[in-house]
Each structure stands twice: as C-alpha cells, then as structure tokens.
C-alpha cells in the first residue's frame, strides 16, 4: 500500500531531465564585437556557461613577414597591428631599432614623439570609451567625440601625411619636422578637446543608467589580471599600477609630470574610468611636451646618424653623401649589429613589446611582438562565465580587444 | 652597478637549488638571460615564482635555429615589485621540441604555448588544450620554422646576393 502510494506521488514530480544547453555563435562577424571575433557561446537561457573564443580570422603572418624585410620596412606591419593608436606601434618599433643600434636620440625629437604617441593613446581609448557607451545604448557621445579623433587623425595627416596605418616617423627620427600648420592644429585641437571631453564626461561618467549597467559588470580581480599577464588600462583599472612608461621610462617619459589612474574592481565602468583619467593624463602631457619643446633647437627632428637614418629626400636629390647613405640604407648595405634586444612601450592596450634577434643579416632573424590584446584576451571567457550575454558584449568593448592586434 | 649584483645574485640562486641546470648567463642590451638544460625548466620558473616573485609572464616565443638543429624557447619573466626581468631560454632538438607546459603556474601560457606550437610545432606536455591558434587547423607545417622560406625559391628574376635574405 505505502509503496503505491509513494509510486504515484513520485510520477507527479517530472523527471529531471539532464540539462539542455543552447549554442550561440556569437561572431565572427557580429557587428556589436568590433572587429572579427568568434566565440561559441554554451548558454543556459540568456546565462553564459561558457565561452570557446576562436581568433586568428586575420592573422597576416606578419612575425613570418617581418623575417624577410629590410627593417624600416618593418614599420608598415607594426601600424596593422593595434590600427587604432598605429603611431605608438611605430614608434615602439623605431625605439627597439635605435636600442639595437644604440643610437643616441635627440630630446626635441622624444618630445615630438611623445606628442605623437599621447596623441595616438587619446585616440585610441577615444574609441574604446565612446564604444562602450555606444553598446549600453548612448550613441550621442561616440558621434560627439569622434569629431575630435577625426581632428587628431588630421594632424597625424600633418605630420606624416597618413590617417590610420600612419607609418609615421622613421628609425632614428621623424621624416619631416612638424610643419607650422602642425602646430596651429595641434593648439586647436587642445583648444577645443578638453570642453567637448568634459561634455563627454558628464553625459556618462556619473549616469546612473551607464553606472548601474556598466558596475560590477565583467569584473577581474588584481591577482587573476596578473596571472592572465594583463597590462595596461585593463590592468590598472584591476589595481595594479603597471605602466611601462613609469616603470621602464623610454622617450624622456620620466621626464614628465603626470599620474597613473587605477581602479579597484576591475570591471567595465573602472576600465572606463581609468581611459577616462588616462586622457586627460595624455592632454597634460601633451601640453608640458610643447613646453619643453620650445626650450630646444627647432631645427632638429632625426638624430645625427646618417648611417642609419633616411636623409631628406632634397638633399639625396642634390648632395652626394645624402645619396650614398640613402642607397646604403636602402638596399641594406649598412652594418646592422648581431643582438637580441626586447623593448616595451606602453601602447593603447598595454604593453607593446619588440622582442629582435639581429644575426647581423638586412632583416631581422626573429620578431616576436608582444601584443598585449592576444594575451588578455585569453581571460574573456573567465571573466564574463555566469553572466548575461548583454554584459559580454560590453566586457569586450571595455577590453578593448583589436583585432589587428589578437591576431597580428 | 647594482643591477649587475642582483642579476648575479638571481643566476646564483638558480645555481645553487639547480645545481648543473644553467648553461651560460649573458646580458645582451642589459638584459638578463639565462640559458638552462630543458629538463628542470618550470620547477625553475616555479621556483622564482614562489621564492623570487618573478610573477608576471611579460612573454614567451619560440626560435628556430636550422644550424643547430635545435628550437630554443625563450620566457620573460617580469618581477613587478623590483621592476626586474629576466630571460630564460631552453634549446630543444627539433626532430622532438618537447616541453612540460607552463599553465599551471601561469594561466597566460596557455595562448602563448599554443602560438608557439602553432608556429614551431613545440609540444607542451600537459596543455589543456595544445590545438593550433591563430593557423588554419588543417595546416601540417610549422610555418615560422626556417625551412619554410616565405618567398617562392624557385624564382629566378631576383639575386639573393643584392637583396639580401
């Protein structure tokens, strides 16, 4: 009798049934990831169980490439990497060759490099910062600041004339010096950027709506950050104060007066905060770089090393020497010293790192680049495990993940 | 100065909890490098992680070197509080590249072994997951190996002499 009793209640309750788990491509081509990016999302409703990210969908060999080019053919690679702050890249990989060469670099031509490389870092946390806010729903900023990236883009059309893959600069110096129309636009451009920032700021910084959606949201902590290697802003916003440029201070950066924002949860909104602090950080530096310019020789901008650095094309034209070093350079005839040299630079995303081996041969005998986007990247699928799938997106924007640089 | 006694004081340490491991110290462009025996190559990196604090893995990459029939496997180690870095390189013969993997110490390698495995055919033992990363999965070489030029060899409308490699 009790047995039956228990048979029928128990065939009232369903069975539980083993659990059924839905797929979800997100990617390749989704246009809320920014750039090419798989990942097989495992997914219980809208909960993400976990994340199998495949990358490499543009991946241009460019370690293999960099083997069989001259170096300062190099530079053009090193643009396609993190395309978004490409000078930085460049002058990264300048820095490593004059390392290699033990060139001595004047300090106006550091200065003007280090204009150029805050530049690049406000344009490159323009776009990941106004992204973000662009994937909770607010549009207005992304198109209010892009205004002012589109007038940095301008002036690196000044300097080098090039927008995007600039290839600007060259080893041992710049290819010109900054024209006076450089100059006026960069004083606009400081101008007119810190009021728009500012507006910028206050449309989302203290939103309760982009607060409340972007806090606790994609969150890393300080000890899993380093364990995953992360560097740069998505380093620092976990807590730890890592910035190559304080740390290892190349292009006369210790020189120069400014802090290293960090935050304290690492998630989205600290990540933001942090770019947030960052620019301005960047505009400081900017102006105290024009200052000390104006104390040195206006006329330099290479260093003083024929051998290595590319004369001006008007002297090839009507100086012999100039010629010479020109054709030496160029179909490598120049002695380039056997070496192995790793150069870091804080680039948008963290540390940029050119590890070379020089056998004395035209090209390099290896280029590994330490692109900090490959390795952060890993830690995606941790960090945004047992959370929705709204929140993965904006954790990859906030993550600021190039494809150009996850898959060199 | 001082940099060159810590350095030495570091290579010493390893000396002395590895006796026989390390082959030659040098400091190319004031770097650090240590090249060591592969054998004891992550209890070493397990050792200056605990005992050193060298807790940040700056990178690791792989280098084909054809004369020596050998695949060296260079780690950069980064110790944040001192701001001190260190390379250390093991040789690996090229027929059989294997090497313990370095995920349990720490989790960044797994990406990084796996670039290196995609690219130079390097075995991680122990990987979680050693499947190629950034190369098609139907690839069968190991493309940034030596013997796989990036130009066509047969061409014959360019001198090597003139242009280099």
Known sequence: ?408 | MEQTATEDRIVSVIRENFPGEVISVESPYDFLTVNLKAGKIIEIIKFLYDKEKYQYLTTLCGIHYPENKTIQVMYQLHKLTENKRIRLKIALPEEKPTVPTLTNVFPAANWMERETYDFFGVIFEGHPNLIRILNVEEMTIFPLRKEYPLEDQTREDKNNDMFGR
């Open chain 1, 1 to 408: 009798m009790a047995e039956n009793y228990n048979t029928s209640v128990l065939s009232d309750i369903p069975v539980q049934e083993e659990k059924q788990y839905s797929y979800l491509n997100l990617g390749p081509t989704h246009p809320a990831t920014h750039g090419i990016f798989q990942n097989v999302l495992k997914m219980d409703g809208e909960i993400i169980m976990d994340a199998t990210p495949t990358i490499g969908y543009i991946h241009r060999a460019f370690e293999k490439l960099a083997e069989r080019r001259p170096f300062y053919q190099i530079t053009p690679i090193t643009d396609r990497m993190n395309y978004c702050s490409s000078p930085i890249n460049n002058m990264g990989w300048h820095m490593t060759m004059e390392k290699l060469l033990k060139l001595e670099i004047p300090k106006r031509v550091q200065y003007l490099r280090v204009i150029i490389m805050e530049l690049a870092r406000i344009s490159d946390h323009i776009i990941c910062n106004t992204i973000i806010g662009q994937d909770v729903g607010a549009t207005t900023g992304f198109l209010y600041l892009f205004q002012y990236r589109e007038r940095i883009y301008e002036i690196y059309e000044e300097i080098c004339g090039a927008r995007l893959t600039t290839n600007i600069g060259r080893i041992g110096g710049l290819e010109r010096n900054f024209s006076d129309k450089t100059w006026e636009k960069l004083e606009n451009w400081l101008k007119d950027f810190p009021p728009a920032f500012e507006e910028f700021s206050s449309l989302l910084e203290r939103n309760r709506i982009f607060m409340d959606r972007t806090i606790n949201c994609g969150p890393i902590s300080a000890e899993r950050a380093l364990a995953y290697s992360f560097s740069g802003p998505n380093l620092r916003a976990a807590g730890v104060d890592y910035d190559v440029r304080v740390m290892n201070p190349y292009s006369s950066y210790e020189e120069f007066d400014f802090i290293v924002p960090v935050g304290t949860q690492g998630d989205t909104y600290d990540r933001f905060m942090v770019r947030q602090q960052e620019m301005w950080e960047s505009v400081k530096i900017i102006k105290q770089a024009i200052e000390k310019i104006k104390k040195e020789p206006s006329h330099i901008y290479r260093a003083d090393a024929p051998e290595y650095v590319l004369p001006p094309k008007e002297e090839v034209y009507n100086n012999m020497e100039a010629l010479i070093y020109q054709f030496k350079n160029i179909m490598g005839e120049t002695d380039i010293p056997k070496g192995e040299v790793y150069h870091c630079v804080e680039g948008g995303n963290g540390e940029l790192g050119f590890y070379l081996i020089s056998d004395g041969g035209r090209t390099p005998y290896r280029l590994h680049f330490r692109r900090p986007c490959f390795i952060f990247y890993q830690a995606y699928p941790e960090m945004i495990k047992g959370r929705m799938l709204s929140d993965a997106i904006i954790t990859m924007s906030s993550m600021n993940v190039i494809a150009g640089e996850l898959d060199s």
